[in-house]
């Protein structure tokens, strides 16, 4: 089993920045597949940003160039650092993670947390 807990999350100006981190325990090292979902109100949950153990990071169109996802292994740890942050990026960040390899779809993720809100005022 593995648990994952967010933070960093936050109220913050467009064009400002903020650093989500998800904390894993239990059986985190079994991990393949890290990923962000982001869901606004109203609307369906999306894919953010993800990145396998290989390296490999995909990318919403809407937050290249702007987010980027990374890993810290020894402290069980992934990051999200947004910049450029516009009021459209306003949701409930969620982190996944799935011990399986080339998992792509929401479904496919076997645990989640609880989730991060993040609001951008214009």
């Known amino acids: 089993q593995v648990q994952l807990v967010e933070s960093g999350g936050g109220l913050v100006q467009a064009g400002g920045s903020l650093r989500l981190s998800c904390v894993a325990s239990g059986s985190s090292g079994s991990i393949n597949v890290v990923a962000w979902y982001r869901q606004a109100p109203g609307k369906q949950r999306e894919l953010v940003a993800r990145?396998?153990?290989?390296?490999?990071?995909n990318y919403a169109d809407s937050v290249k160039g702007r987010f980027t996802i990374s890993r810290d292994n020894a402290k069980n740890t992934v990051y999200l650092q947004m910049n450029s942050l516009k009021p459209e990026d306003t949701a409930v960040y969620y982190c996944?993670?799935?011990?399986?390899?080339?998992?792509?779809?929401?479904?496919?993720?076997?645990?989640w947390g609880q989730g991060t809100q993040v609001a951008v005022s214009s």
């Open positions: 996944a993670a799935s011990t399986r390899v080339g998992v792509r779809q929401a479904l496919e993720y076997d645990y």
């Open positions: 990145l396998t153990s290989g390296g490999n990071t």
